[in-house]
């Protein structure tokens, strides 16, 4: 039973990197714009978090750090796609590759870096509980904080009028600016917050989750977290759930070797990925399920007054 509790509490502490970043993603593409650099803004927060542990032995700074790189990245992407008006799908993914080779370029002088000693985390009185406590209370306090986040986002969106204002962005941009709201400037705000979630979840990787730097250590979450918006068909709750699920999934691999399951390292390794396609498959069966959830204008440039 101790093994199904720590299967349990690996698969919350997988989960929540990806939930971090879909959330993120999703925040994106609720107001229209989709962002194919994930993984390269998660590598560039992953190597400045951990660099920024390193030096000055602060988790916190780490992640301010990790949000920072994220966010500066989006900004970087916001600005080519809203006012450039260059590809998003384009130039999504020669952000993930710039930021794939200059992490790793960063990041060489780092790879036998070791972090000051990790804190261990426990919510007293409930951490003691046998196998309940050690799979479900003995978590870093961001994995609390990333469920609080999905249900705050849920009463954002559809629950006040800033999210009524964000989602129409995303909905019909030409309505929202006909009524006066600057609908580049919601998409560029919607833009670097969503990155700057891509960053926390590259810094949780290699701060809390590994914690090392190795390069290309994110090893496509960011592409996971991509799919897990169309999977949870644009709802904050569903990309938790399907976070969790994609989390267990990834760490079935270990289990599997834990008790003695003769299985190719390799056909465990795959897991995560052969899951994301069969989803996506079996979901893509169901095209007007998928048109009547995803934002009408998501990934289609805007131009004020055309």
């Not at 992407?77 to 260059?86: D, S």
């Not at 990155?195 to 960011?222: F, N, Q, R």
């Not at 918006?229 to 994609?246: C, H, K, N, S």
């Amino acid at each position: 039973m101790e093994s199904y509790a720590l299967l349990v509490a690996a698969t919350l502490n997988a989960g929540t990197v990806l939930a971090i970043a879909s959330l993120g993603l999703l925040i994106n593409e609720k107001a229209g714009i989709v962002n194919l650099g994930a993984e390269g803004m998660m590598l560039c927060a992953a190597i400045a978090g951990f660099a920024t542990v390193v030096h000055t032995g602060s988790d916190s700074l780490g992640f301010v750090a990790g949000m920072l790189a994220g966010g500066l990245m989006a900004a970087l992407f916001g600005a080519l796609v809203i006012w450039l008006n260059t590809n998003q799908y384009a130039t999504g993914l020669a952000l993930s590759l710039f930021g794939a080779g200059f992490s790793a370029f960063v990041g060489v002088g780092y790879v036998q870096e070791k972090m000051p000693e990790r804190p261990t985390f426990a919510i007293a009185g409930l951490s003691d509980i046998p196998l309940v406590g050690s799979a479900l209370f003995k978590h870093h306090p961001l994995v609390y904080l990333t469920i609080a986040f999905a249900g705050a986002l849920v009463w954002f969106l559809y629950r006040t009028r800033s999210g009524l204002i964000l989602r129409s962005v995303g909905e019909s941009p030409e309505s929202a600016h006909a009524l006066g709201y600057p609908v580049r400037w919601i998409r560029l705000a919607c833009v670097v917050a969503g990155g700057a979630l891509c960053g926390l979840a590259g810094a949780y990787i290699s701060i809390i989750y590994t914690p090392l730097w190795v390069e290309g250590m994110v090893a496509g979450k960011g592409w996971i977290a991509l799919a897990l918006t169309t999977f949870a068909t644009w709802r904050p709750g569903r990309v938790l759930l399907g976070a969790y699920l994609f989390g267990g999934v990834t760490m079935l691999q270990f289990h599997f070797q834990g008790i003695g399951v003769e299985v190719p390292s390799q056909v465990l390794s795959m897991l995560p990925y052969v899951a994301t396609i069969v989803v996506l498959a079996l979901i893509s069966r169901n095209p007007a399920w998928i048109r009547i959830n995803m934002p009408a204008s998501i990934g289609k440039p805007f131009y004020p007054g055309s």
